[in-house]
């Protein structure tokens, strides 16, 4: 298993909520039964909890060297997304967090999976188009 | 008919919910009426049931010789997408489940069939642009 | 007008609800107070009724046929989605369906027309990204 | 002031409600502060009322000249916008209209305006991919 | 600290409630661990308030200095962010209020941080496609 | 056969070679074989001869008209393609005319047939990316 | 081997050279290894013939059929690009043909190959952008 | 017609061979037959003459009111591409200069216009792609 | 360094010259000095020699594998890309050879290099659009 | 003047020519009349000479170092070209080099000047689509 505590954190800036987006499209682990590396995109969304309530937002660099520790983990697509948001909602307590893994595929079928901890923020939506 | 035996499963890895998509970007079956090829991308949705219930997700490698299987049946557009539907949806037991079938077309006229099965899980959503 | 009896219909495979769409990319008619021909590209989009209801899908050649009728027609953008909307919706019964036709412009000004009949199925929905 | 009474009407072809579109992708007026030109795309969406209910439509024609005579004009981005909800709102009688002009920036910005008069007709929604 | 009294404001021209997009393609600040100059898209969108309430609208080309004030700052993606929202949101007392952060990336990670005050304006909605 | 008589011209303007593309993207004939409607985009690309020598240009208006006496014409891809390039080499003796048409497709095939006459004025061409 | 006897010609209708393109995006064929299926596109240019010399062109509905007996075919990438070329230009004898094959990509890597008979037919190049 | 005078140069800041681009997005006129505003988008390239030889570049400023300057002129498409070469070659005596105009289209039909005047810097091409 | 002696080779099928095109999208390395991981799509295009000269392809599992080998070297772009090319020019003794690697970027900066080896195969062009 | 000092070279892993090319997405500098910034993207393109001639590669941590160096700089896009094509080749002594920026507009117009030094590589040429 990764070791999740390679993460790091810093005190959110702000007393009202907001949302973060970290989009690493440079993500690779291997398949285990065959050992073949996959590659997928790996984004992360979250508000994190309010800065009186002690709220944490995830540092980048650690962000990426977490995902660079996957690199010869052998974890299918649906463990690793649950994987990664259960390590990051450990770490941040946030609000609302999501994790969606897209793959570039294997025989043919490209994959997506999505996770996520808490509800939306509803509140954040834009008015659609 | 397709044999549905062929698809194979494994347990879902976590306690908690989240949704799964493969698009099958291959698919080919035939018109039962002329005989001639029709060509397709497929795309299945499904949040498997928890853990803790038994849930199961398809496993790959096997999703895709089931689609295979189709490459010499001569299905309509709108009997195969629910025939996928209704073979997954015995198969996986899912909390919600969605098969969407997009056709290139056929005398100037592209098709798109979507058969679903259970609610939609709106937890999941991602606060709209 | 044009004669809607060319459109035939074939029992929907499926006692549950499903969405279909047909998107034709080659629609032309003509303007009846100029003459010139206008380009379109119509849309349709429906959920048959049940199956233990009598539902009925649109055959799709005879669609082709149907939309072909118009190439003479002097009509214009509004009316024309109506009247699709109408032939359709006589003939299907569906529980909904949607029309919506877009065209090339005009004068620096393109158009889209949009109608429908009955309640969208909310069921179906997707979660948005 | 552009004087809107060279817009016309035809009445509404449908019992049925129904939702209408222009785009106008060659819309240009001037910056009242610099008299530079502004170019930018005016989008108009309406239902309009029922025709048992004198329900009436914008002819495209005279639409196309009524926003040529802005070409003059020194009006800002805000103000455009709601003088075009005003007049067409005052025209039509809709049930629903909206105003979305779209500006290909100055200094580095580009700026998107929208305007409304009405509740937004929900039942004539998609189902959402 | 960027200094926000360079921001001005003039009166909406409006009664009826509309809404307001500012899309700045060329924002560039510091990370103020490294010193690296970082680049961004800055959306803003909001919802002034009324008129008679003495609504006001931001001034484009001061919106602009504003913008480039931040170009020798050392300040992080989430600070930004939020200082950006706080400042338009004192300067407008907007009944909606929304400011988007589109981040190139570093590390192969981009991001986008989205901070918000206000409910959103669900009336203005546009039926989705 | 279309009455190429329907044409027009005017002097070039100019005693300096230069070329001229339409692109009329609203054709249609019909198959001649089944009479169903064909649907392409027809490239028209020519350099005039010199002022001197008594060059001219096609008028847009007669062109357009031209291309819509198609509309009913039952005619093949290739031959099409070969009419409309002979017709505007005899109306313009230009010093080079390309005719290019791309058609929608049938049958899962898509088509671009494409005629000259002259040589290609190499001395007009752009430095390449 | 594909039985190239169904192909079908008809003469060329010009006395004067020009390039034909056919896009076939339905293309599907079997790994002879892996059985597995293939699927690309195909696409067919060539110059005819002159009339006078016996030029003729391919039929097209005859190139669909030939195109779909690979269907079942064990072939290569490399070998059924050289078949059909070979085949098109026994039947053909055109002044310049070349057949290029898009492959959707196996193991994470995408194909294309191309082969040629005869002169590329340099005089009806296009001035580049 | 337009006055060139509006135009205004520098020294070329170099010794060595290079090549300008302008493009601009924002162009219109009128059609001298209706009076109807034409939308274009007007490039222009050139390689100035060295500096030794007296070489000059056009001021970006001066170039956008000389563009503005048309937009109450009424002038074909072929005439205003002609103009603006003859103004520009007259003004910069460069090397090579090309002017492209690309117009929105008017009944269905988009129009690029392209002149030149020199041999075009083959010594500055690219190896393709 | 990498051990080539993984690649096979099968005879080429044509005694006519053709051009083979592998993209693979999913290549990675390690930068030498940082050791982070590198990610780019390699792109390999060559001409066989001919059959009767005894010329060979590469085969497309053991090109995947020997492109996997790069997972953990540490190698500069440049010095992978002349690698590849060497070690492929050495296997196949092509008529013509190409390399070009694509990468995502470091520091706001994206790279590609191309290696080639013999003279490209200028028969085999197409006329250009 | 920027100091072209900060840029550091290694000698080039190849006896046999290549090209390199790197995109800088992130420059910005100032123009020398407003004082507002510029924000381009800087393409360099070069084919270092032999290793036996002592052919050397740009370093590309310094290159980002040098390109960031113009942040203050009040420099003209013409000039800020020819000063990087002229820093780079007299640092390199390339057997070829190519400076293209491309910059986002000012008052509607945006531009490309692209500056070189020796005669492109032909040989390096892929045959074109």
């Known amino acids: 298993m990764v070791d999740a505590s390679i993460l790091e954190t810093f005190p959110t800036p702000s007393e009202t909520p907001f949302v973060i987006e970290h989009i690493a499209e440079e993500f690779t682990s291997r ?14 969304r979250y508000e994190p909890a309010l800065a009186s309530a002690g709220g944490v937002c995830v540092e980048l660099k650690s962000l990426k060297l977490y995902y660079q520790a996957y690199r010869e983990e052998g974890i299918f ?32 079928i490209r994959s997506e999976i999505r ?12 008015p659609t188009r």
Chains 1, 2, 3, 4, 5, 6, 7, 8, 9, 10 share one sequence.
């Open 77 to 108: 697509y649906e463990a690793v997304t649950n994987a990664i948001r259960d390590d990051l909602a450990a770490l941040l307590h946030p609000a609302w967090l999501q994790v969606i893994t897209s793959w570039k595929g294997r025989g043919g």
């Open 115 to 126: 996770a996520t901890c808490g509800e939306p923020p509803m509140a954040y939506q834009t």
């Open 31 to 44: 398949c285990p039964k065959t050992g073949h590396p996959d590659f997928g995109v790996v984004t992360l």
